[in-house]
């Protein structure tokens, strides 16, 4: 099973990035997928979150309607799109695989990737 994000990097506020992860080793369309983001000394973060199967969303109130999350389970791959961004969505990105209700750990998860560092400063 592997789980790579990719598409971070540093961006002045008010710009765009869109995160990818892509998936092996398992049938992506059967997991529920989340993005969440973590900041050295501070708890983990869930971001938002793709049902299976289907097309139902959730955001966390920070970043909602400046992110989307998507899946393309042809391609085995999530996406993140973050527009808007601010100098407070700075911090490292995963990517994970299962339903987890309020997540502090990455380890809660089934699957997870390594991250991709996001950089919002001028």
């Known amino acids: 099973v592997d789980l790579a994000e990719s598409g971070g990097g540093q961006v002045q506020p008010g710009g765009s990035l869109r995160l990818s992860c892509v998936t092996s080793?398992?049938?992506?369309?059967?997991?529920?997928m989340d993005w969440v983001r973590q900041v050295p000394g501070k708890g983990l973060e869930w971001v938002a979150r793709i049902k299976s199967w289907c097309v139902h969303t959730y955001y966390a109130d920070s970043v909602a309607g400046r992110f989307t999350i998507s899946r393309d389970d042809a391609k085995n791959t999530l996406y993140l799109q973050m527009n808007s961004l601010k100098v407070e969505d700075t911090a490292m990105y995963y990517c994970?695989?299962?339903?987890?209700?309020?997540?502090?750990?990455?380890?809660?998860?089934?699957?997870r990737g390594q991250g991709t560092q996001v950089t919002v400063s001028s």
């Open positions: 080793g398992f049938k992506l369309s059967t997991y529920d």
């Open positions: 994970a695989a299962g339903f987890v209700q309020r997540p502090k750990s990455l380890s809660e998860y089934t699957y």
